[in-house]
């Protein structure tokens, strides 16, 4: 006799604890950068497009995933960094250090190569707004993928997976950190709603076959499952780079809306947060 399904037992509640924010509503910025081979070139165009953000209101900025050096495997270890070593050993965090402590904004700083001890990771650090350095996300689900004729990219050659989730409480809420292929992963996102997070930022570099297929679904999924908001921003596109990024950053709302997003060249998208929109969700679809 098959079992029978009763919809009411079954029913887990999705509405978490969630800490009360520091603030409602604010203004993000997702930069989409356009990334090259001069890491100078890179760190300068990021500094001025944060400032750009920031100057048009934004209070959180995102950046994308690798967004200091070309995204490839003889790239990794010739661009990355030593965070802990201080700021000599790493411009890139420096910079966004920096900028974070003048503007008084709160920046989620994409990721960039991290050299540590003898291994590189994909890291992603977070600035509060007195420009001290709040978490680091090494990405965990390294991207490994071979789609014969299409595309082939083996992260694994390098880069070494981090270990932990990361959950940060900034100045304009408690931020959960993915990196690119971390989204694939719904229980990393599960994990995060558990804890209270109201937004997830992925720095995120897509390509010219998943990008059209998942990029856009997975965000909204992640979103719609979670009842939160979902920020995601990756490099500009460059026909012209050993991996083409896809682009289309994108700020998704609690019950999966698109609330902005932009195309596939250099652009920054700023746009409204509204945290009463979770609560308000999370009512309404107990
Ligand atoms: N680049 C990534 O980490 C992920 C990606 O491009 C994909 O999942 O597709």
Request: overall charge negative.
């Amino acid at each position: 006799m098959a079992a029978s399904f009763n919809p009411e037992e079954a029913r887990v509640p999705r509405a978490v604890q969630m800490p009360t924010p520091p603030i409602t509503k604010f203004k993000i910025g997702l930069c989409q950068l356009a990334v090259t081979a001069d890491k100078e070139r890179n760190i300068a165009l990021a500094r001025k497009a944060i400032e750009e953000a920031a100057q048009k209101g934004a209070q959180l900025v995102l950046l994308p995933e690798i967004w200091n050096s070309p995204y490839s495997n003889d790239s990794f270890p010739v661009y990355a960094e030593d965070i802990d070593a201080g700021s000599d050993s790493s411009p890139s965090t420096a910079m966004l250090s920096e900028v974070a402590r003048l503007l008084k904004i709160t920046i989620v700083g994409g990721s960039i190569p991290e050299r540590c001890l003898d291994k590189l990771y994909n890291t992603c650090c977070v600035f509060g707004t007195d420009g001290k350095l709040k978490a680091k996300h090494r990405k965990i689900h390294l991207f490994d993928i071979d789609i014969p004729g299409k595309i082939s990219f083996m992260e694994s050659k390098t880069l070494t997976a981090g270990e932990t989730p990361t959950i940060v409480d900034t100045e304009v809420g408690r931020i959960g950190i993915g990196i690119c292929y971390d989204i694939q992963f719904q229980e990393l996102a599960i994990l995060y709603a558990a804890r209270g997070a109201h937004l997830i930022c992925y720095p995120g570099a897509f390509n010219m076959t998943t990008g059209p297929l998942h990029w856009e679904l997975l965000q909204r999924a992640r979103a719609a499952d979670n009842q939160l908001y979902v920020a995601t921003c990756s490099p500009a596109r460059d026909a012209g780079a050993g991996y083409v990024a896809w682009g289309h950053s994108t700020l998704v709302g609690p019950f999966g809306e698109i609330l902005a997003t932009t195309e596939h060249e250099e652009a920054t998208i700023i746009s409204e947060i509204d945290y009463s929109q979770i609560e308000l969700r999370r009512r309404v679809s107990k």
